[in-house]
T-cell receptor
Framework: GAGVSQSPSNKVTEKGKDVELRCDPI?????LYWYRQRLGQGLEFLIYFQGNSAPDKSGLPSDRFSAERTGESVSTLTIQRTQQEDSAVYLCASSFSRQGTSNQPQHFGDGTRLSIL | KQEVTQIPAALSVPEGENLVLNCSFT??????LQWFRQDPGKGLTSLLL?????REQTSGRLNASLDKSSGRSTLYIAASQPGDSATYLCAVTLMNTGFQKLVFGTGTRLLVSP
């Protein structure tokens, strides 16, 4: 497809389990972003990948959260030992951006709705 | 720390009305400001992007203004339609971060009744 694809669309898991969320960016997009959207709150930036550069992890809320991306392809966001406060919609976005520029729009996927019981 | 606030949190109007959504931000050192639309269960769609040097942008029935010095932006929707029903988010791009780091408001939920 032409857009950003995220899977799964919904995930329900028990507290304490690990979860892995996947994002397929638009082909050719060098920049990839992960955001979290908790109920009643704005989107929170989590992590940014640009090509093969070291990611900006400044938004990750705890060391239970990690993300990987190989080159300019698929990214996975992993949450270990999930807590109830991790329940949220996790959105991925990609853009055709070079380091130091901020002018290209971000294209968002439909998100993964994560529910921790 | 940059904070973005949107007022009102929710708005319900009859079809055909013109309406204004408000966005304010605490730090005027922004690179640009964007308005997004989010439909239930979906991602965000970019509507308008205003560079910090610009005062407004228009797209069809939508007009967004930016007053950077006062930390305010408005989104004007003319002749509203039921299909405009969605959550509208504004976001500012921080300067000097090396990438497009967006700070979002909590959104305005708009319902346009036929």
């Amino acid at each position: 497809g032409a857009g950003v694809s995220q899977s799964p669309s919904n995930k329900v898991t028990e507290k304490g389990k690990d979860v892995e969320l996947r994002c397929d960016p638009i082909s050719g997009h060098t920049a990839l972003y992960w955001y979290r959207q908790r109920l009643g709150q704005g989107l929170e930036f989590l992590i940014y990948f640009q090509g093969n550069s070291a990611p900006d992890k400044s938004g990750l809320p705890s060391d239970r959260f990690s993300a990987e991306r190989t080159g300019e392809s698929v990214s996975t966001l992993t949450i270990q030992r999930t807590q109830q406060e991790d329940s949220a919609v996790y959105l991925c976005a990609s853009s055709f951006s070079r380091q130091g520029t901020s002018n290209q729009p971000q294209h968002f996927g439909d998100g993964t709705r994560l529910s921790i019981l | 720390k940059q904070e973005v606030t949107q007022i009102p949190a929710a708005l319900s109007v009859p079809e055909g009305e013109n309406l204004v959504l408000n966005c304010s931000f605490t730090d005027s050192a922004i690179y640009n400001l964007q308005w997004f639309r989010q439909d239930p269960g979906k991602g965000l769609t970019s509507l308008l992007l205003i560079q910090s040097s610009q005062r407004e942008q228009t797209s069809g029935r939508l007009n967004a203004s930016l007053d950077k010095s006062s930390g305010r932006s408005t989104l004007y929707i003319a002749a509203s339609q039921p299909g405009d029903s969605a959550t509208y988010l504004c976001a500012v791009t921080l300067m000097n971060t090396g990438f497009q780091k967006l700070v979002f408001g909590t959104g305005t939920r708009l319902l346009v009744s036929p």
